[in-house]
């Protein structure tokens, strides 16, 4: 029996529906072949009843006699034993069973077992299969036969696809010479193609060949000929330094910059070893160039009241604040009552001018004195009367004297003004007084008499900027300085001590007198630390780059060459205004590339006419005219005898696979059948040892009972009792 179904084979010279012609021809169209292992040489019916068999319990073929049968059969055998099946042949007579078992590949044979034939042949083969099968159940494993069967699965599908493959092949040749040319949307017959080449031989040849086979021309003409112009603005030379990493110009200090830089590294050469650099720590902070010169700028304003003072008693109030607030007070008291005075003087402005109070030229105090008096006595509710002024002769003398817009005075605002005027007068004499008193510099310089509290005032700014100019701008400076690396302790240490009354202030304007030399030094120093960097960039710049122009721009950073320099640059340049050409021309080489690398390949190479500066032709035309001859010479070219011995050879050697496939997975199922059935084994193995004891002398039906006396599960209860059968994967 089968185990998905039943096939009957009739002799009948009458033949059953024709397999492709059937309801379900359809259905079987869209069978997968490549899924059934035949063995040997095979049809379309053959693959028919195997896809019938695995929907239907009863298939009948039906055929005379050498219509291939028998071969069918063993083709079926060997498919359904690669499943894991179990299959019942039975037969009329035992002849044809045998030349069945001959038909079916060798290493199967062992499990065609024939459970009735009593002859001499029928012995043998019983013994040759037992054997068999029990080598085989001790010598294979199940890892091994399944990784064979994974590597035979693959080397068969690759045969099947080569054998479709060149089926297609021998298709195509066969209908070469009546087959359209189509390229694109364009299709023409052979005939016509074959004119076309010949008659265009001469004028459209010269795109070199082979293309990607009947492809549309990848550029449009006006691409085409963009691209030959690349080759007169492009040489070789500008192709393969744009080929590499270039830096950008922006990146590089102009010709004229790295001349500078030149010309100043030159005159830095010894700066490191000036002497004045002992006094500055290594201090190397990043925007200590900006800080310094800061510091510089700062420096110069500091010291300028030391360098250039515009007024005479500067130094002598710098040296006041030097040495603190007791020599500073007499100074801002000075200012604090010029200011008073001043503030006074603005406040009567208005009574000066619309009063116009004169006095006389008694002193001061005498005329304030009789003022007072005459205001207390006003106020009083007294007056001023004959009998008054004839017993106080002194207030007589000065009212007449007096005078308030020209006239003597005579009511109590108006001694009030000359009162007020007489108090302003004797301030500004205090005040001209001290100014004269506070230093023999001052007296030389005395103030005027008329408003001397405005030009005393004026001088405020510059004596009170003197008096804070140690605290407020000195040390300030100092201390900046120290932050930024001057050992300030070493240069005061350095500094000739003056010994003077003015001894602090002549040190301090030595000191002065020396930071910007100190500083200039730094700053220099920086700056040849700083060209030193800038030429270890470029150095640096696009170190992996194998242009020329980048090893021309480091080789002149490296040896401070300016000359070389600037003729790289201008390269460089150069180069920038040739990258839109060399991007174009690479676009479209890619482009064409992908279908003609030939003919790009001629045009990087500049090949005799593809160097040129415009195609050599009409570029559509010979675009269609290598494609027609390439295409025509393919067709020609193909042997179909060649194509047949492959195609036949391909043939054998997948049916050899096959076999082999069938082999590995049919003992496989047969080995996970027996694994855990270790009755069976011993039956086997009881079989081979009472053949061995009996010989010869034997009859089928003697070697059941013997065996069936060796083993508990005896073979004629498996199906041992049909007449003339063989049974194919029994276990």
Same mark, same amino acid.
């Given at each position: 029996?089968?185990?998905?179904?039943?096939?009957?084979?009739?002799?009948?010279?009458?033949?059953?529906?024709?397999?492709?012609?059937?309801?379900?021809?359809?259905?079987?169209?869209?069978?997968?072949?490549?899924?059934?292992?035949?063995?040997?040489?095979?049809?379309?019916?053959?693959?028919?009843?195997?896809?019938?068999?695995?929907?239907?319990?009863?298939?009948?073929?039906?055929?005379?006699?050498?219509?291939?049968?028998?071969?069918?059969?063993?083709?079926?055998?060997?498919?359904?034993?690669?499943?894991?099946?179990?299959?019942?042949?039975?037969?009329?007579?035992?002849?044809?069973?045998?030349?069945?078992?001959?038909?079916?590949?060798?290493?199967?044979?062992?499990?065609?077992?024939?459970?009735?034939?009593?002859?001499?042949?029928?012995?043998?083969?019983?013994?040759?299969?037992?054997?068999?099968?029990?080598?085989?159940?001790?010598?294979?494993?199940?890892?091994?036969?399944?990784?064979?069967?994974?590597?035979?699965?693959?080397?068969?599908?690759?045969?099947?696809?080569?054998?479709?493959?060149?089926?297609?092949?021998?298709?195509?040749?066969?209908?070469?010479?009546?087959?359209?040319?189509?390229?694109?949307?364009?299709?023409?017959?052979?005939?016509?193609?074959?004119?076309?080449?010949?008659?265009?031989?001469?004028?459209?040849?010269?795109?070199?060949?082979?293309?990607?086979?009947?492809?549309?021309?990848?550029?449009?003409?006006?691409?085409?000929?963009?691209?030959?112009?690349?080759?007169?603005?492009?040489?070789?030379?500008?192709?393969?330094?744009?080929?590499?990493?270039?830096?950008?110009?922006?990146?590089?200090?102009?010709?004229?910059?790295?001349?500078?830089?030149?010309?100043?590294?030159?005159?830095?050469?010894?700066?490191?070893?000036?002497?004045?650099?002992?006094?500055?720590?290594?201090?190397?902070?990043?925007?200590?160039?900006?800080?310094?010169?800061?510091?510089?700028?700062?420096?110069?304003?500091?010291?300028?009241?030391?360098?250039?003072?515009?007024?005479?008693?500067?130094?002598?109030?710098?040296?006041?604040?030097?040495?603190?607030?007791?020599?500073?007070?007499?100074?801002?008291?000075?200012?604090?009552?010029?200011?008073?005075?001043?503030?006074?003087?603005?406040?009567?402005?208005?009574?000066?001018?619309?009063?116009?109070?004169?006095?006389?030229?008694?002193?001061?105090?005498?005329?304030?004195?009789?003022?007072?008096?005459? +205001?207390?006595? @006003?106020?009083?509710?007294?007056?001023?009367?004959?009998?008054?002024?004839? $017993? /106080? *002769?002194?207030?007589? !003398? #000065?009212?007449?004297?007096?005078?308030?817009?020209?006239?003597?005075?005579?009511?109590?605002?108006?001694?009030?003004?000359?009162?007020?005027?007489?108090?302003?007068?004797?301030?500004?004499?205090?005040?001209?007084?001290?100014?004269?008193?506070?230093?023999?510099?001052?007296?030389?310089?005395?103030?005027?008499?008329?408003?001397?509290?405005?030009?005393?005032?004026?001088?405020?700014?510059?004596?009170?900027?003197?008096?804070?100019?140690?605290?407020?701008?000195?040390?300030?400076?100092?201390?900046?300085?120290?932050?930024?690396?001057?050992?300030?302790?070493?240069?005061?240490?350095?500094?000739?001590?003056?010994?003077?009354?003015?001894?602090?202030?002549?040190?301090?304007?030595?000191?002065?007198?020396? +930071?910007?030399? @100190?500083?200039?030094?730094?700053?220099?120093?920086?700056?040849?630390?700083? $060209? /030193? *960097?800038?030429?270890? !960039? #470029?150095?640096?710049?696009?170190?992996?780059?194998?242009?020329?122009?980048?090893?021309?721009?480091?080789?002149?950073?490296?040896?401070?060459?300016?000359?070389?320099?600037?003729?790289?640059?201008?390269?460089?340049?150069?180069?920038?205004?040739?990258?839109?050409?060399?991007?174009?021309?690479?676009?479209?080489?890619?482009?064409?590339?992908?279908?003609?690398?030939?003919?790009?390949?001629?045009?990087?190479?500049?090949?005799?006419?593809?160097?040129?500066?415009?195609?050599?032709?009409?570029?559509?035309?010979?675009?269609?005219?290598?494609?027609?001859?390439?295409?025509?010479?393919?067709?020609?070219?193909?042997?179909?005898?060649?194509?047949?011995?492959?195609?036949?050879?391909?043939?054998?050697?997948?049916?050899?696979?096959?076999?082999?496939?069938?082999?590995?997975?049919?003992?496989?199922?047969? $080995?996970? *059948?027996?694994?855990? !059935?270790?009755?069976?084994?011993?039956?086997?193995?009881?079989?081979?040892?009472?053949?061995?004891?009996?010989?010869?002398?034997?009859?089928?039906?003697?070697?059941?009972?013997?065996?069936?006396?060796?083993?508990?599960?005896?073979?004629?209860?498996?199906?041992?009792?049909?007449?003339?059968?063989?049974?194919?994967?029994?276990?």
């Amino acid at each position: 029996m089968l185990a998905a179904g039943s096939v009957g084979v009739s002799d009948s010279g009458e033949h059953g529906e024709n397999p492709d012609t059937s309801a379900d021809s359809k259905e079987r169209r869209g069978w997968d072949d490549h899924d059934v292992l035949f063995s040997k040489e095979s049809n379309a019916e053959q693959f028919e009843i195997a896809h019938r068999l695995r929907s239907q319990k009863t298939v009948l073929v039906q055929g005379p006699p050498g219509t291939g049968k028998t071969h069918t059969i063993a083709n079926l055998i060997g498919a359904l034993l690669a499943q894991g099946k179990t299959v019942l042949v039975t037969g009329q007579a035992s002849k044809p069973l045998r030349v069945l078992r001959e038909k079916i590949v060798p290493d199967l044979q062992p499990l065609c077992v024939s459970v009735v034939s009593g002859d001499e042949v029928g012995r043998r083969q019983l013994e040759a299969s037992v054997n068999g099968i029990t080598a085989r159940l001790g010598s294979d494993s199940l890892q091994r036969l399944e990784s064979e069967s994974i590597r035979l699965t693959a080397e068969r599908h690759q045969i099947l696809n080569r054998i479709e493959m060149l089926r297609e092949e021998m298709f195509r040749a066969a209908n070469a010479e009546y087959r359209t040319i189509t390229i694109g949307e364009k299709e023409i017959a052979p005939s016509d193609a074959a004119r076309f080449v010949r008659k265009n031989q001469n004028t459209s040849s010269w795109i070199p060949g082979p293309l990607k086979p009947l492809t549309p021309l990848p550029l449009n003409a006006n691409e085409v000929t963009r691209l030959y112009g690349t080759n007169a603005e492009l040489t070789d030379e500008d192709i393969a330094e744009l080929r590499c990493e270039l830096p950008a110009l922006s990146d590089l200090p102009a010709p004229d910059d790295f001349q500078g830089l030149v010309s100043e590294s030159a005159s830095l050469a010894d700066i490191d070893s000036h002497p004045l650099l002992q006094f500055w720590s290594g201090d190397k902070r990043e925007g200590m160039t900006a800080m310094l010169k800061s510091v510089s700028s700062r420096a110069a304003a500091v010291n300028s009241i030391l360098s250039a003072s515009p007024e005479p008693w500067s130094e002598i109030c710098i040296l006041a604040g030097i040495r603190g607030e007791a020599s500073q007070r007499v100074w801002r008291m000075l200012t604090s009552f010029a200011q008073e005075v001043r503030n006074c003087s603005v406040s009567l402005e208005t009574d000066m001018v619309l009063k116009r109070p004169q006095l006389t030229s008694d002193p001061w105090k005498d005329q304030q004195q009789i003022l007072g008096e005459i +205001i207390t006595s @006003l106020s009083a509710g007294g007056g001023i009367g004959r009998l008054t002024l004839l $017993l /106080k *002769r002194d207030w007589k !003398r #000065l009212i007449e004297g007096w005078r308030i817009k020209g006239n003597s005075p005579a009511t109590l605002e108006d001694f009030q003004a000359l009162k007020a005027r007489c108090d302003l007068e004797e301030l500004r004499d205090d005040l001209r007084e001290r100014w004269k008193a506070i230093s023999p510099v001052m007296a030389v310089h005395e103030l005027p008499q008329v408003q001397p509290e405005f030009v005393a005032c004026q001088a405020t700014p510059g004596i009170d900027r003197a008096l804070g100019w140690y605290e407020l701008e000195w040390q300030p400076l100092v201390e900046e300085l120290k932050r930024n690396g001057l050992n300030w302790d070493l240069v005061a240490a350095s500094q000739k001590t003056a010994l003077s009354s003015d001894g602090e202030l002549v040190t301090i304007k030595g000191l002065a007198a020396g +930071i910007p030399e @100190l500083v200039r030094v730094r700053l220099l120093q920086l700056r040849n630390e700083e $060209l /030193k *960097r800038a030429a270890d !960039r #470029l150095h640096e710049l696009s170190s992996h780059s194998l242009a020329t122009v980048v090893t021309d721009l480091r080789h002149a950073a490296r040896t401070l060459d300016a000359r070389l320099y600037a003729t790289a640059h201008v390269r460089l340049m150069n180069l920038g205004a040739l990258r839109g050409a060399f991007d174009s021309r690479q676009s479209l080489l890619a482009r064409m590339r992908e279908v003609a690398p030939a003919w790009a390949e001629g045009i990087v190479q500049r090949y005799g006419i593809q160097g040129g500066s415009l195609p050599p032709g009409d570029v559509e035309s010979a675009w269609l005219w290598r494609q027609y001859s390439q295409e025509l010479d393919a067709r020609n070219a193909t042997a179909i005898n060649a194509l047949q011995l492959e195609l036949d050879a391909c043939q054998k050697q997948l049916f050899n696979i096959t076999a082999a496939l069938i082999d590995r997975l049919a003992w496989k199922h047969q $080995l996970t *059948r027996v694994t855990n !059935r270790q009755d069976q084994r011993t039956a086997l193995q009881g079989w081979v040892d009472t053949m061995r004891r009996v010989g010869r002398n034997w009859r089928a039906g003697d070697a059941f009972s013997c065996r069936g006396a060796q083993a508990d599960e005896p073979m004629s209860e498996r199906g041992a009792c049909m007449d003339h059968a063989h049974v194919a994967g029994g276990g």
